[in-house]
């Protein structure tokens, strides 16, 4: 348990659905990131918020919606995905969103799209 | 624009041989390098990272790497594997200048075989 907790672990969805995955830390960081992993690809950096201010959306698609109520829970809501994409979303938190500070990651969300 | 590239997807060793994993980066401003490892199932877990200062930085589980400003490199070294390095690994930049974004490799799966 790394103190970022991602849920659900693995979801199954329709392109007509709409789904959100949820991010949590207890970690006392400020700073929490969205990141898609796809297989043979580099992580691709979604959305980035420091002090629930949302400072990075790396040019994601609107059906991706990203919500930061406080600076412990992280949200993607989903809505009319495409197979392709399926992927690996990994949060993960940290101090801040600047210089060297070290990222933690939850374990990760495994979404299929149908 | 930032980027990194670890150029070989696949990297197989024989437990107590030395490990490496190799990385370039690209970045304008002074880089902030770091590695990552991913257990199967797991989020990404924080290795080690470079700021400033000594070239050779010593992190987690026996790994160092070794920064090379003139190459542009930071590969990750191991003296000697164990069959429990086996995993996918991360190299990952963030430019000095730019607080926000840090990018990923591809990343290498690292095999150690008994």
């Known amino acids: 348990e790394t103190g970022v907790t991602q849920t659900p672990r693995h979801l199954v969805m329709g392109m007509t659905n709409k789904k959100s995955l949820k991010c949590e830390q207890h970690?006392?960081?400020?700073?929490m990131y969205w990141y898609k992993q796809s297989a043979k690809k580099p992580l691709e950096l979604m959305f980035v918020y420091n002090f629930k201010e949302q400072t990075e959306n790396n040019s994601v698609p609107s059906r991706f919606s990203p919500e930061c109520p406080n600076s412990s829970h992280l949200f993607l809501h989903l809505h009319t995905l495409q197979p392709e994409d399926s992927a690996l979303y990994l949060c993960?938190?940290?101090?801040?969103?600047?210089?060297?500070?070290?990222?933690?990651f939850g374990a990760g969300s495994r979404l299929t799209v149908l | 624009a930032q980027s990194v590239a670890q150029p070989e997807d696949q990297v197989n060793v024989a437990e107590g041989n030395p490990l490496t994993v190799k990385c370039t980066y690209s970045v304008s401003g002074n880089p902030y390098l770091f590695w990552y490892v991913q257990y199967p199932n797991r989020g990404l877990q924080f290795l080690l990272k470079y700021i400033t200062g000594d070239n050779l930085v010593k992190g987690s589980y026996g790994f160092e790497a070794e920064f090379n400003k003139s190459q542009t490199s930071f590969h990750l070294k191991k003296p000697s594997a164990l069959v429990s390095d086996s995993a996918l690994y991360f190299c990952?930049?963030?430019?000095?200048?730019?607080?926000?974004?840090?990018?990923f490799g591809a990343g290498t799966t690292v095999t150690v075989r008994a």
């Open positions: 970690l006392g960081h400020n700073a």
């Open positions: 993960a938190s940290s101090v801040q969103a600047s210089g060297a500070n070290v990222l933690t």
């Open positions: 990952a930049v963030r430019d000095g200048s730019n607080d926000y974004k840090l990018s």
